[in-house]
């Protein structure tokens, strides 16, 4: 039997290229970016509000509620940049957020006082 030795390899040869990896970021387009971000925080409310599934095991109020309002911090801040298009459905599924937030709170926050309301102003049903 021979030993088998893996080929030899160096730390260079293993690192990642963090120069193509650079230049690949810097070609996506901004309103790209700030959508993707939107919709991680507009999926990651959803799941902490238990919107996922019926009685879903990852309900937590808390990690929603600072979710929704980074949500309506990034969506409100950018709306202008990013052009209504872009801008109107993340404002539909934030608002959608913040009623399924009230809905799911035992004591309901004061009108302009939810989750991401001082970027919004209240929201109503």
């Not at 030899?8 to 990642?16: G, I, L, N, S, V």
């Not at 309002?69 to 801008?87: C, D, K, Q, R």
């Not at 799911?104 to 006082?113: H, M, R, Y």
Request: negative net charge; glycine residues 6%; aromatic residues 4%.
């Amino acid at each position: 039997m021979t030993d088998a030795t893996p080929p030899d390899t160096t730390e260079a040869d293993q690192a990642p290229d963090y120069d193509a990896m650079t230049r690949d970021i810097a070609d996506v387009p901004a309103v790209e970016v700030i959508t993707t971000v939107a919709v991680h925080l507009l999926s990651a409310a959803a799941v902490n509000l238990g919107l996922d599934k019926p009685d879903s095991e990852h309900k937590d109020l808390d990690e929603a509620r600072k979710l929704i309002t980074a949500l309506a911090g990034l969506v409100t801040a950018s709306a202008t940049e990013i052009s209504s298009f872009h801008a109107a459905p993340l404002r539909d599924g934030l608002k959608s957020l913040q009623l399924a937030f009230r809905e799911a709170s035992l004591v309901p926050d004061e009108p302009g006082q939810g989750p991401g309301e001082k970027f919004t102003g209240p929201v109503f049903g």
